[in-house]
């Protein structure tokens, strides 16, 4: 059992940034791919970005490329998501999942059905 925790959001205005962090229970955060999903009030949970378990691939949803940044240190346990210039359509919750598969590709990393273990969830809102 890998318990997450996410911190680190809040209120802020258009244009501003955040950093998300992730903190797992696991001491073997390598051997898990990683992901950060939203949920914006009335809609469908959506895949924003992911990390394969060495860090070395990384993926992003259409919406955030270019504006998000997904990171890990697995020393520290934590998985991060740098999000810059952030706009209203991004005010979402925002949780972390982590994949027993250190290694996924894109199809698999984007779909929230393949993810095992779930964090609560931090709120992000962005004023216009």
């Known amino acids: 059992q890998v318990q997450l925790v996410e911190s680190g959001g809040g209120l802020v205005q258009a244009g501003d940034s955040l950093r998300l962090s992730c903190a797992a229970s696991?001491?073997?955060?390598?051997?898990?791919?990683m992901g950060w999903f939203r949920q914006a009030p009335g809609q469908e949970r959506e895949f924003v970005a992911a990390i394969t378990g060495s860090g070395g691939s990384t993926y992003y949803a259409d919406s955030v490329k270019g504006r998000f940044t997904i990171s890990r240190d697995n020393s520290r346990n934590t998985v991060y998501l740098q999000m810059n210039s952030l706009k209203a359509e991004d005010t979402a919750v925002y949780s972390c999942a982590a994949d027993l598969r250190a290694y996924v590709s894109y199809e698999l990393a984007s779909s929230a059905h393949e993810y095992d273990y779930w964090g609560q969830g931090t709120q992000v809102t962005v004023s216009a």
């Open positions: 696991t001491r073997t955060l390598s051997n898990y791919a």
